[in-house]
C-alpha cells in the first residue's frame, strides 16, 4: 500500500546543530507539506512544495529550509536548531489539484536542549 | 479562504451520535467544507468533504445548512477510537494554497 512516513521519528539535539527530518511518500504525489504542531497553536505550516524544484514558505518558515529534488522525498532543515523549535513536525502530501484532501504520516518529535 | 468557528470542546456518550457544529458565516460559493480529526499523537486524518449537498461515507455524515453558513459533522455512533480533535475547513477544492488548520473541536467519547 502506499504511504508517507517520516523519519526520525523522535530525535534530540542541541542548539546550534543542524538537523534534517526526512519525509517520504510512495504516492506519486506532487504537493507536500510541513506542519509544525505545538501546545496552543496548533498545527502551523512551515514551507511546501507544488513539485520537484519547487518551494514556498508557509507561516512560520523562518530558520526552516526544504529542497524537492525528486517527487517521493520532501527533507526539511533547520540550519541552526533553537528552543524554539522544539516541537512536534507533521509532514503530508496530496494529489495536484486536491490540496487539501490531505495524508499526514505519523510525526517527528525534536526536542532541541 | 473563509475562517470557521467551532466550540472548543464536547463530550458525547459512546454508541450515541456526535454532532460536531462549525460556523463559516463568509464562505464563498466556490468554497468546500472539509473535515479532519487528529486523535493523539498521530497525524490528521481526512473524514470527508461536501461543497452544498450532504455528504456519507463510511466514517461520517455531513450536512450543510442551505445558506451554506455552518455545517454539522455526524459520526453516528461514536466509539472511544473517536475521542479526537476535530477540524472543520474552508478552503477551494482547487488552487495553490494548503490546508490552514484551526483550533478545532476536541470530542471525548465517554464509556
Known amino acids: 500500500d502506499a504511504e508517507i512516513t517520516q523519519s526520525p521519528r523522535h530525535k534530540i539535539t542541541e542548539t546550534g546543530r543542524q538537523v534534517t527530518l526526512a519525509c517520504h511518500q510512495t504516492?506519486?504525489?506532487?504537493?507536500m507539506f510541513w506542519y509544525r504542531q505545538d501546545l496552543g497553536h496548533g498545527l502551523r505550516l512551515i514551507h511546501y512544495?507544488?513539485?520537484?524544484?519547487?518551494?514556498n514558505k508557509g507561516e512560520v518558515s523562518d530558520g526552516y529550509s526544504v529542497s524537492r529534488s525528486n517527487t517521493e522525498d520532501l527533507p526539511l532543515t533547520l540550519e541552526s536548531a533553537a528552543s524554539s523549535q522544539t516541537s512536534v513536525y507533521f509532514c503530508?502530501?496530496?494529489?495536484?489539484?486536491?490540496?487539501?484532501?490531505?495524508?499526514f504520516g505519523q510525526g517527528t518529535r525534536l526536542t532541541v536542549v | 479562504d473563509a475562517k470557521t468557528t467551532q466550540p472548543t470542546s464536547m463530550d458525547c456518550a459512546e454508541g450515541r451520535a456526535a454532532n460536531l457544529p462549525c460556523n463559516h458565516s463568509?464562505?464563498?460559493?466556490?468554497?468546500?467544507v472539509y473535515w479532519y480529526r487528529q486523535i493523539h499523537s498521530q497525524g490528521p486524518q481526512y473524514i470527508i468533504h461536501?461543497?452544498?449537498n450532504n455528504e456519507t461515507n463510511e466514517m461520517a455524515s455531513l450536512i450543510i445548512t442551505e445558506d451554506r453558513k455552518s455545517s454539522t459533522l455526524i459520526l453516528p455512533h461514536a466509539t472511544l477510537r473517536d475521542t479526537a480533535v476535530y477540524y472543520c475547513?474552508?478552503?477551494?477544492?482547487?488552487?495553490?494554497?494548503?490546508?490552514?488548520f484551526g483550533k478545532g473541536t476536541r470530542l471525548s467519547v465517554i464509556a
Open positions: 503530508a502530501s496530496s494529489e495536484s489539484g486536491r490540496e487539501t484532501e490531505a495524508f
Open positions: 504516492w506519486n504525489h506532487n504537493n
Open positions: 512544495s507544488y513539485g520537484v524544484q519547487d518551494t
Open positions: 463568509t464562505i464563498s460559493g466556490n468554497e468546500y
Open positions: 461536501g461543497l452544498k
Open positions: 475547513i474552508v478552503r477551494r477544492n482547487s488552487g495553490n494554497t494548503p490546508l490552514v
